[in-house]
Antibody, heavy 120, light 111 residues
Framework: QVQLQESGPGLVKPSETLSLTCTVS??????????WSWIRQPPGKGLDWIGY???????NYNPSLKSRVTISVDTSKNQFSLKLSSVTAADTAVYYC????????????WGQGTLVTVSS | NFMLTQPRSVSESPGKTVTISCTGS????????VQWYQQRPGSAPTTVIY?????PSGVPDRFSGSIDSSSNSASLTISGLKTEDEAEYYC??????????FGGGTKLTVL
């Protein structure tokens, strides 16, 4: 059974960089069949796709966040990571890592989500 | 920018059938697959429909998906409604650049 687990600080100061890691078990981030993604959900609001990475290095970001986002993959640790720079209160959200099937861009596994609050 | 529009809320009685729509803003919604996710409060979303009309194992056949090219929309239909179906439902697809897009979500109330 594939499991994804987010980890990282729950509190980030404005203007700093939010950093999260997703650890994958029961599957490999090196598989060509999947894209590894970050999705967020502000409190009381809907889902917002941040971006995804394929182990080959192919990356796709939400155009509205592209200038501030970096997603990377570490095959040796079977993890992938998110960095979001220059955060503001508007970046406060539950952040989910997820696995997309590369063929149809549907999510088949989600992490449980982690709340990140941006506040001084 | 490609967008997906859903009604904010729908409600129906137990045992009845409800349909949630998801309308594409441009292009043909039939060009790319549409998925549907169910999210209960405090939990991560789960997939109820993928590739327009496919159900993952474990999802009851009360859930079905369809595409209507004439209205450029996708629909999620839930028949034989149960109180446990009360949740937020999101449609999801992608644009010509493979940017993932989610609809705004529909809150289903089963009264």
């Amino acid at each position: 059974q594939v499991q994804l687990q987010e980890s990282g600080p729950g509190l980030v100061k404005p203007s700093e960089t939010l950093s999260l890691t997703c650890t994958v078990s029961g599957g490999s981030v090196s598989s060509g069949s999947y894209c590894w993604s970050w999705i967020r959900q502000p409190p009381g609001k809907g889902l917002d796709w941040i971006g995804y990475i394929h182990y080959s290095g192919s990356i796709n970001y939400n155009p509205s966040l592209k200038s501030r986002v970096t997603i990377s993959v570490d095959t040796s640790k079977n993890q992938f990571s998110l960095k979001l720079s220059s955060v503001t209160a508007a970046d406060t959200a539950v952040y989910y890592c997820a696995r997309f099937l590369a063929g149809d861009l549907s999510v088949d596994y989600w992490g449980q989500g982690t709340l990140v609050t941006v506040s001084s | 920018n490609f967008m997906l529009t859903q009604p904010r809320s729908v409600s129906e009685s137990p045992g009845k059938t409800v349909t949630i729509s998801c309308t594409g803003s441009s292009g043909s919604i039939a060009s790319n697959y549409v998925q549907w996710y169910q999210q209960r409060p405090g939990s991560a979303p789960t997939t109820v429909i993928y590739e327009d009309n496919q159900r993952p194992s474990g999802v009851p056949d009360r859930f079905s998906g369809s595409i209507d090219s004439s209205s450029n929309s996708a629909s999620l239909t839930i028949s034989g409604l149960k109180t446990e179906d009360e949740a937020e439902y999101y449609c999801q697809s992608y644009d010509s650049s493979n940017h993932v897009v989610f609809g705004g979500g529909t809150k289903l109330t089963v009264l």
